[in-house]
């Protein structure tokens, strides 16, 4: 009956434009929409199909800011059990590795913790490195990038899928996994699931909260510091032809003169 | 000038174009010494390619164990050499292994990490990482604030510069593994690469989207790239539609390219596309639509009708290169 933690993230739409903020450089988080991320509902639908199989408990974890609870609802009404939502305005500006921290830190709070499974790149940070770097602050084997994922008693073996090809890999729990696209399509929440996760329990954390000094994160204890950021110059449009029968020759006119062929 | 580490990135002693690339930026830092962290005997062969590319040195850890656990060797590696050669910085391939093990370095090593890197600079002594992020929207200039900076190089952000190098060689033991927080590798399917450049690596890259009508369709893409020797991409409407499979996906949730030539065939050039494609040298649009977004990032544009287009610029493609 394994214990599943289970990382969910708000993230900015990618169909909205994303800015940085002009005073300290981090995400303007309130210039875009904002929405579960994509791959974070596949990690609570294998965390589902791994408790529905085996027994257990799903427990939801998200670091964010007050708007992340949507993001906690919306796996709740998925099925999980409960939630555990770390916010602090001390967090704003973390970097990678307090991120991770605080993370780890969180699944401590949380009983007898067998597998950890999130997302394993969110479409904001595009760090693909958070759930390797938590098996490392937690001493876990990691096998990320999963697109199949048993668990037998206290062995998991998982399908790794990159570009590479696929790796076939074998650990002991507790574990971190962290799945890709082609895992599961993640079910749509009941009506009843909706109803049920209004009285699911959701536990929030400060970090000190956590045992984190709140002087430790954030922005002016970040590991790495913005020197500076520009927006990019929009690229400009180019030349533009009607293609008047001839548009394959243009181009290739085009790319002879620029060098290109 | 301090040691600059940039770790391999081989497959069966071949070396990764990336690699190249890393060694190239490292020179802007210091001076690059390689890390091959690999099975026995692979030293021996890349010794040649890295000398090629200025590596002073090359550090050889070779041991079975690394193609039998995941990720956690090449750390183990890489942590022993931060602590014993104090390098100005550490360079490792943004690939999703890279991405991985810079990731796990940092936290051991308490370090800055600096992800997907563009180009790398030595400002007042202090290493700082090009960033180019929201798809090319925003360039970020970021440095570390302690330990050693760690950063993981996009494939395709540098331009690899031959330059000769001494290679020295060094051996350094690849630590025993833990097994209880080692992840142990049972078997291993590797892609069977077509005869096409993949498509981080590729400098050129031709892709299809909605307008390409269906999965037989996408031949016309796929004759075009022949002919330019170029990798085929889709956009995420290409692939949702089952026109193409999702590995080739370029976009905010695809792969994120920057080649020399970028060319888009009946792509409307949506935000999610264009920030996995903006940052190419060269863009070529044809659409159908004089008003797709697409016309406002390309260099030359093309409207009309990708089934007639294409096949002529193939040919003339191939007229040329004779």
Known sequence: ?261 | MSEVLVLVDEVDGEVKKVTFELLTAARELGEPAAVVVAAPGTAAKVRESLAAYGAAKVYVAESDDVANYLVTPKVDVLAALVGAKSPAAVLVPATAEGKEIAGRLAVRTDSGLLIEAVGVESVDGAVVGVQSIFGGAFTVRAKATRGTPIVTVRPGGVDAVESAGAAAEEAVEVPAVDPAKATAVTGREPVVGGDRPELTEASIVVSGGRGVGSAEKFDVVEQLADALGAAVGASRAAVDSGYYPAQFQVGQTGKTVSPQLYVALGISGAIQHRAGMQTSKTIVAVNKDAEAPIFEIADFGVVGDLFAVAPQLTAAVAQRKG
């Open chain 1, 1 to 261: 009956m394994p214990n599943i933690v289970v990382l969910v993230k708000q993230v900015p739409d990618t169909y909205s434009e994303r800015r940085l903020t002009d005073a300290d450089h981090t995400l303007d988080r309130a210039s875009a929409d904002a929405v579960l991320d994509e791959i974070n509902e596949r990690a609570v639908e294998e965390a589902l199909l791994i408790k529905e199989a085996q027994g257990g408990e799903v427990t939801v974890l998200s670091v964010g800011p007050e708007r992340a609870t949507e993001a906690i609802r919306k796996a709740l009404s998925m099925g999980a059990d409960k939630a555990v939502h770390v916010t602090d305005p001390a967090l704003h500006g973390a970097c990678l590795l307090q991120t991770t921290r605080v993370l780890a830190a969180a699944i401590g709070k949380v009983d007898g913790v067998d597998l950890v499974i999130a997302g394993n790149e969110a479409t904001d940070g595009r760090g693909g490195a958070v759930p390797a770097m938590l098996a490392e602050v937690l001493g876990f084997p990691q096998l990320t990038h999963a697109r199949k994922v048993t668990v037998e008693g206290s062995e998991i073996t998982v399908t790794r899928e990159t570009d590479t090809g696929l790796t076939h890999l074998r650990a002991t729990l507790p574990a971190v996994v962290s799945v890709g696209e082609k895992i599961n399509e993640p079910r749509y929440p009941s009506f009843k699931g909706i109803m049920a996760a209004k009285k699911k329990p959701v536990d929030t954390f400060t970090v000190a909260d956590l045992g984190i000094d709140a002087g430790e994160v954030g922005l002016d204890a970040a590991s790495t510091t913005v020197v500076e950021a520009t927006p990019k110059p929009p690229r400009s449009a180019g030349q533009r032809v009607e293609d008047a029968g001839d548009g394959g020759t243009k181009i290739a006119e085009y790319l002879i003169g620029q060098k290109i062929i």
